[in-house]
C-alpha cells in the first residue's frame, strides 16, 4: 500500500494551497481517509477526515471553514483544500487511510496506512 502526498510548499498567510494523496495498493473507495498535521515540535494533530463514499467528513475546530477535504474515487486521490493560510498552520501534513471499523477517524492510531507527508511553510 502506498500514500503519495503532494502539492505543499511556501506561500503567504492568506493564500491558498490545495494538498493531494495518490492511493494505490488498497480499494480506495471502501476506507474512509484523513489528513493530519505535525507542526514543528509538536505532535501529529487531526486535520479533518472524510468518509468511503465522500458524503461524511469531520474537521477540527481550527480548520472548519478554511480548509475542505475531499476524494475522487475514481481517481484514487485525497484532497486537502486549505484558503485563509496562517503561519501556525506550517507543518507536515500526512494523509492515512483507515481500513478498521468502529474506531475514530480523529485518532491517529486508529489508522493502518500513511503517506510520507508534505512540508507546508506559511510565511507572515
Known amino acids: 500500500v502506498q500514500l503519495q502526498a503532494s502539492g505543499g510548499g511556501l506561500v503567504q498567510a492568506g493564500e491558498s494551497l490545495k494538498l493531494s494523496c495518490v492511493v494505490s495498493?488498497?480499494?480506495?473507495?471502501?476506507?474512509?481517509m484523513g489528513w493530519f498535521r505535525q507542526a514543528p515540535g509538536k505532535d501529529r494533530e487531526f486535520v479533518a477526515s472524510?468518509?468511503?463514499?465522500?458524503?461524511?467528513?469531520y474537521y477540527e475546530d481550527p480548520f472548519k471553514g478554511r480548509f475542505t477535504i475531499s476524494r475522487d474515487n475514481t481517481k484514487n486521490t485525497l484532497y486537502l483544500q486549505m484558503s485563509s493560510l496562517k503561519p501556525e498552520d506550517t507543518g507536515v501534513y500526512y494523509c492515512?487511510?483507515?481500513?478498521?471499523?468502529?474506531?475514530?477517524?480523529?485518532?491517529?492510531?486508529?489508522?493502518?496506512?500513511w503517506g510520507q507527508g508534505t512540508l507546508v511553510t506559511v510565511s507572515s
Open positions: 492515512a487511510a483507515l481500513t478498521r471499523v468502529g474506531v475514530s477517524s480523529r485518532v491517529a492510531d486508529s489508522y493502518s496506512y
Open positions: 495498493g488498497l480499494t480506495f473507495s471502501d476506507n474512509a
Open positions: 472524510i468518509g468511503y463514499n465522500g458524503e461524511s467528513t
